[in-house]
């Protein structure tokens, strides 16, 4: 058995991830479907004050919480910056990794200096409302909140790397972005390095409700021994 702890990209929340959290759990797997501070059922705590670091340590806090040594951590697009975080700082608490379309930052890295002039754009949209959050666009699940711009903004600070830690660490890679995908140079990238896993799949960024068995095959066989 192994725990999953499901990451959600910016604006989501556990949502997104917890048709495919109750599939782990079926295969006998402990899962978590993870909602960020400020965002979602937690929006009532958005402010100014939440960034990368914030979320960092909901995923640290909830590993040790739970006393988890075995994790295998999701995220989703945005979420990839949040699970790095979180395996630098407990490496020993995570046995994989998994992106899914997500980014895969380096110590110094943010969002910002990661994605395309298109996806700043969406980090900006709304943002004169409150000065510190980002809106959801208008072609998002209507369940989609506001996300706090300061972790969109700041750039992570990594101690020792993925190198840390044990386990695979895969990438999953959507084929059906409308305009092209802004991950297409990092599959192409990890795709050439041996300690990656890589996994084009016929899907739009929205992996989890479009090629929901696909990304399970994934993750099962993430799962420690298997």
């Known amino acids: 058995m192994a725990t999953f702890v499901l990451v959600p990209g910016a604006w989501h929340g556990a949502w997104t991830f917890e048709p495919l959290a ?15 501070t400020g965002v979602g059922d937690r929006s009532h705590l958005l402010s100014a004050t939440v960034n990368l670091d914030t979320h960092i340590a909901d995923v640290v ?9 075995d994790a295998v951590l999701v995220g989703h697009s945005y979420g990839g910056m ?10 020993e608490r995570v046995a994989g990794l998994v992106y899914v379309d997500a ?17 700043r754009g969406w980090y900006l949209n709304g943002v004169g409302e409150t000065g510190y959050a980002s809106a959801p666009l208008p072609f998002f699940d209507p369940r989609a909140t506001p996300h706090p711009l300061a972790s969109l903004m700041q750039a992570v600070r990594l101690e020792g790397g993925l190198e840390r830690v044990g386990g695979p660490r895969d990438f ?9 995908s802004p991950f297409t140079a990092l599959y192409e990238r990890l795709s050439a390095d041996p300690s990656w896993r890589t996994h084009a799949v016929a899907s739009g960024h ?3 409700g479009e090629a929901p068995d696909e990304l399970l095959k994934v993750l099962l066989d993430a799962a420690p021994g298997a």
């Open 22 to 36: 109750r599939l782990l759990r079926a295969h006998g797997h402990q899962a978590f479907a993870l909602t960020l």
């Open 61 to 69: 806090n909830l590993l040790a919480e739970h006393e988890v040594t």
């Open 82 to 91: 949040v699970i790095t975080g979180a395996a630098d700082r407990a490496p």
């Open 103 to 119: 980014l895969v930052p380096g110590d110094g890295d943010s969002c910002w200096s990661l994605v395309t002039e298109r996806e």
């Open 172 to 180: 999953v890679y959507a084929t059906g972005w409308g305009g092209g």
């Open 206 to 208: 929205n992996v989890m």
